[in-house]
């Protein structure tokens, strides 16, 4: 059975590819041949070979409401999170649906993950009653559907650091348990098998560190030990692929002791970024040297991320304002403004970047 | 201009390509046209035929004349050096308009002349078709099996790029107007089904669900009784959860589904039907179902009615809405957090 009538498959498969990623799901609806193709890892490669795919970021917004109006609900103190969509390359914004049993509002501080075409998000404090989640929920983009994944094993973990190689794999690393003792231990998850492994353990505890996938490592940068509450240390640890170790530490990775939350892969030809100060600067040769300056109207960054060749920031002047959107260039270092819409312009609090 | 003594004056000669399509036709075409074709070009550069009808350059099995004549018509226009991008586009985006059968054709033959940017084309083309169906307008449109089992078949949430007051909407319409269909046969009369369009405002078009005589707003409250059993599924995103019941909130405006929200726990007992280990998607599809159960047209007529009451209420209000009867159900005890504010 052809893919289309009278088409040979490659050229039917010329015109799946095209299809956007949000009607996926349809495609894989349709027949059995459909649903095969759509599934082959052959059919993600040659959409990126072509250049039809879309860059697509997930975030976890907070629902801001600008102009409440009379008798409207109050917005609890707690502002609820959900998982907002944007492709910032032509300004679409949209929800997704919520994370089955988090109707209300999305853990607080869970993490966003992206591996190929799911959504990951892993952790976070139940809304209501602030508990530590250890439970994983995927989304995938190819069925537009939730599944519940295997639970994080070990303890229950808040504040740690994961990335992605965006292919096949999450890893977490570091944050702290029940008792806000820092941890050192590691994890990878492996999102088809929906299996986790345990890794090596880092050299160091590592709360509130930073993960960042790039050259074939996961970095964990930054973070602090348990005695060193909130003093942040400069080192970063990679963790190498290919020999499943550990790099030794190193120190001196960040030039300021600082909250590394900012710092991004990702962006391709092996560069790490961050915002520093007013700043956004490049890692190269083991020294961070400033690129441009944040845009005029972002005092506040509250998120970042990066894609090849481009880098996207949300921020706001002043905490609690609305927030903006700006995407960077990383050739000519020029910023554009992304448009944001009524209910898209709340503090976000985590996201990740899929390529679909 | 000037003319010399020995000036000549040549005839014009213009020189054409000979094609024959598997048919056994032939046709000559003009030179530049038909050597826009890489397929053509080769063999008129490679084997030296074309030249003469005897000697007509055999094209491939997939191009029949009619296609080759949409296919010159292309190459005819694009061969042009002079033409702007803009033009070249217009010309494009006309060409393109054809149906699903002919593009396939199309997109066939000019894969097998090497001609890429009009495979391109096409190619784009059919997706844009297939983005705007959905999987059962494919399987119509391209003639393809419907092999799925209904687990593998699952149904997309949509809500990822419309606006769910559009598509319910929409559902809505397509139903009355089938509904009035099936009438008019029965009765045997022409119903003026163009009328019902999507163009219309929102207003008129709630006052002709609720409004028309009851009877019809109950006929269309009747229909959806099968649909609410799968609605039910549509709360319901975790696979292995069998508590999952207790989750079925009204969700936030954009991912929510109106109308299956209210009467959920009615419901309940039908869902436990359909719980199966495979990952149950949201469902707003909506069915046909012809069965009368009197005990279900009021409760059915009322959420016709609050359907329409809720589209056109205010966002603010409507979240309260949802969060008061999600507070009703929840068997989980309602928390106030410090500042004393209800969850």
């Given at each position: 059975?052809e893919?289309?009538p009278?088409?040979?498959?490659?050229v039917?498969?010329?015109?799946?590819?095209?299809?956007?990623?949000?009607?996926?799901?349809?495609?894989a609806?349709v027949?059995?041949?459909w649903?095969?193709?759509i599934?082959?890892?052959?059919?993600m490669?040659?959409?990126k070979?072509?250049?039809?795919?879309s860059?697509?970021?997930?975030m976890a917004?907070?629902?801001?409401?600008?102009?409440?109006?009379?008798?409207?609900?109050?917005?609890?103190?707690t502002?609820?999170?959900?998982?907002?969509?944007?492709e910032?390359e032509?300004?679409y914004?949209?929800?997704l649906?919520?994370?089955?049993?988090y109707?209300?509002?999305?853990?607080?501080?869970?993490?966003?993950?992206?591996?190929?075409l799911n959504l990951?998000?892993?952790?976070?404090?139940?809304?209501?009653t602030?508990?530590?989640?250890?439970?994983?929920f995927?989304?995938?983009?190819?069925?537009?559907?939730?599944?519940r994944?295997?639970?994080?094993?070990?303890?229950?973990?808040?504040?740690?650091?994961?990335?992605?190689?965006?292919?096949?794999?999450?890893?977490?690393?570091g944050g702290?348990?029940?008792e806000?003792?820092?941890?050192?231990?590691?994890?990878?998850?492996?999102?088809?098998?929906?299996?986790?492994?345990?890794?090596?353990?880092?050299?160091?505890?590592?709360?509130?560190?930073?993960?960042?996938?790039?050259g074939?490592?996961?970095h964990?940068?930054?973070?602090?030990h348990?005695?060193?509450?909130?003093?942040?240390?400069?080192?970063?640890?990679?963790?190498?692929?290919?020999?499943?170790?550990?790099?030794?530490?190193?120190?001196?990775?960040?030039?300021?002791a600082?909250?590394p939350?900012t710092?991004?892969?990702?962006?391709?030809?092996?560069?790490?970024?961050?915002?520093?100060?007013?700043?956004v600067a490049?890692?190269?040769?083991?020294?961070?040297?400033?690129?441009?300056?944040?845009?005029a109207d972002i005092?506040?960054?509250?998120?970042?991320?990066a894609?090849?060749?481009?880098?996207?920031?949300i921020?706001s002047?002043?905490?609690?304002e609305?927030?903006?959107?700006?995407?960077?260039?990383?050739?000519?270092y020029k910023?554009?403004?992304?448009?944001?819409?009524?209910?898209?312009?709340?503090?976000?609090?985590s996201?990740?970047?899929?390529?679909? | 201009?000037?003319?010399?003594?020995?000036?000549?004056v040549?005839?014009?000669?213009k020189?054409?390509i000979?094609?024959?399509?598997?048919?056994?036709?032939i046709q000559?075409?003009?030179?530049?046209?038909?050597?826009f074709?890489?397929?053509?070009?080769?063999?008129?550069?490679q084997?030296?035929m074309?030249?003469s009808?005897?000697?007509?350059?055999s094209?491939p099995?997939r191009v029949n004349p009619?296609?080759?004549?949409?296919?010159?018509?292309?190459?005819?226009f694009?061969?042009?050096p002079?033409?702007?991008?803009?033009?070249?586009?217009?010309?494009?985006?006309k060409f393109?308009?054809?149906?699903?059968?002919?593009?396939?054709e199309?997109?066939?033959?000019?894969?097998?002349?090497q001609?890429?940017?009009?495979?391109?084309?096409?190619?784009?083309?059919?997706?844009?078709?297939?983005?705007?169906?959905t999987?059962?307008?494919?399987?119509?449109?391209?003639?393809?099996?419907d092999?799925?089992?209904?687990?593998?078949?699952?149904?997309?949430?949509?809500n990822?790029?419309?606006?769910?007051?559009?598509?319910?909407?929409n559902?809505l319409?397509?139903?009355k107007?089938?509904e009035?269909?099936?009438?008019?046969?029965?009765?045997?009369?022409e119903v003026?089904e163009?009328?019902?369009?999507d163009?219309?405002?929102?207003?008129?078009?709630?006052?002709f669900?609720?409004?028309?005589?009851e009877?019809?707003?109950?006929k269309?409250?009747?229909n959806k009784?099968?649909?609410?059993r799968?609605?039910d599924?549509?709360?319901?995103?975790?696979?292995?959860?069998?508590?999952?019941n207790q989750?079925?909130e009204?969700?936030?405006?954009?991912?929510g589904?109106?109308?299956?929200?209210?009467?959920?726990?009615?419901s309940?007992?039908?869902?436990?039907?359909?719980?199966?280990?495979?990952?149950v998607?949201f469902?707003?599809?909506?069915e046909?179902?012809?069965?009368?159960?009197?005990?279900?047209?009021?409760?059915?007529?009322?959420?016709?009615?609050?359907?329409?009451?809720?589209?056109?209420?205010v966002w603010?209000e409507?979240m309260?809405?949802?969060?008061?009867?999600g507070?009703?159900?929840?068997?989980?005890?309602?928390?106030l957090?410090?500042?004393?504010a209800?969850?």
């Amino acid at each position: 059975m052809e893919l289309l009538p009278g088409l040979p498959d490659d050229v039917g498969l010329e015109c799946l590819v095209r299809v956007p990623y949000n009607h996926f799901s349809s495609v894989a609806s349709v027949c059995k041949s459909w649903k095969l193709q759509i599934q082959q890892p052959e059919f993600m490669r040659r959409r990126k070979a072509a250049g039809f795919t879309s860059t697509v970021i997930v975030m976890a917004q907070a629902h801001f409401d600008p102009t409440p109006k009379s008798g409207s609900v109050k917005l609890p103190a707690t502002p609820v999170y959900r998982l907002t969509l944007c492709e910032p390359e032509n300004g679409y914004w949209t929800e997704l649906p919520p994370v089955p049993g988090y109707t209300e509002g999305l853990p607080m501080f869970c993490q966003l993950v992206g591996v190929g075409l799911n959504l990951v998000v892993m952790g976070g404090w139940n809304p209501d009653t602030w508990e530590v989640s250890n439970a994983v929920f995927v989304y995938s983009f190819s069925t537009a559907s939730w599944r519940r994944g295997a639970d994080m094993p070990g303890c229950r973990r808040s504040f740690f650091a994961c990335a992605s190689d965006l292919k096949r794999t999450v890893f977490v690393a570091g944050g702290h348990d029940d008792e806000k003792n820092a941890l050192s231990s590691a994890l990878a998850y492996d999102v088809a098998k929906d299996k986790w492994v345990q890794l090596p353990d880092m050299a160091m505890e590592r709360d509130e560190s930073k993960g960042a996938f790039q050259g074939g490592k996961f970095h964990v940068i930054g973070g602090y030990h348990t005695n060193m509450q909130g003093r942040f240390t400069t080192s970063a640890e990679s963790f190498d692929l290919s020999t499943w170790q550990w790099d030794p530490v190193q120190n001196d990775f960040l030039d300021i002791a600082t909250c590394p939350r900012t710092c991004v892969g990702g962006a391709g030809d092996g560069r790490l970024l961050m915002c520093r100060d007013a700043d956004v600067a490049i890692l190269q040769n083991s020294k961070w040297q400033a690129v441009t300056q944040l845009p005029a109207d972002i005092r506040n960054v509250s998120y970042v991320t990066a894609w090849q060749g481009n880098l996207l920031l949300i921020g706001s002047p002043r905490f609690s304002e609305p927030h903006k959107i700006y995407m960077l260039d990383l050739k000519s270092y020029k910023w554009t403004k992304v448009e944001t819409r009524d209910g898209f312009s709340g503090h976000v609090q985590s996201g990740c970047c899929l390529q679909m | 201009m000037p003319e010399g003594p020995m000036a000549v004056v040549k005839p014009e000669m213009k020189p054409y390509i000979w094609l024959q399509t598997t048919d056994g036709s032939i046709q000559q075409v003009e030179e530049e046209v038909a050597m826009f074709c890489p397929m053509i070009c080769r063999e008129v550069l490679q084997t030296g035929m074309g030249s003469s009808k005897n000697y007509a350059i055999s094209l491939p099995q997939r191009v029949n004349p009619a296609i080759l004549g949409l296919i010159l018509d292309y190459c005819r226009f694009h061969q042009v050096p002079g033409r702007s991008n803009k033009e070249r586009k217009t010309f494009d985006e006309k060409f393109i308009k054809l149906d699903a059968k002919k593009l396939c054709e199309l997109t066939s033959a000019a894969d097998s002349l090497q001609l890429r940017p009009l495979v391109d084309l096409t190619s784009r083309a059919l997706a844009r078709m297939i983005e705007g169906k959905t999987p059962e307008e494919i399987r119509e449109t391209f003639n393809l099996p419907d092999d799925l089992t209904e687990e593998e078949k699952l149904e997309p949430l949509r809500n990822l790029t419309d606006d769910p007051r559009i598509r319910l909407l929409n559902r809505l319409y397509a139903r009355k107007r089938k509904e009035l269909k099936e009438r008019a046969k029965v009765k045997n009369v022409e119903v003026e089904e163009e009328q019902l369009v999507d163009e219309r405002p929102v207003d008129e078009l709630l006052s002709f669900i609720n409004g028309d005589g009851e009877s019809k707003g109950v006929k269309a409250a009747k229909n959806k009784k099968k649909n609410r059993r799968r609605k039910d599924l549509s709360g319901n995103f975790s696979s292995n959860d069998s508590n999952c019941n207790q989750f079925k909130e009204p969700n936030h405006l954009p991912s929510g589904y109106l109308i299956g929200d209210i009467d959920n726990a009615t419901s309940q007992s039908k869902s436990a039907v359909f719980q199966d280990s495979a990952s149950v998607t949201f469902s707003p599809k909506l069915e046909f179902d012809n069965e009368l159960d009197p005990a279900m047209e009021e409760e059915l007529d009322r959420e016709v009615e609050d359907f329409a009451r809720r589209l056109n209420s205010v966002w603010p209000e409507r979240m309260q809405e949802m969060l008061s009867l999600g507070q009703e159900r929840r068997p989980v005890p309602v928390s106030l957090n410090g500042n004393g504010a209800v969850k």
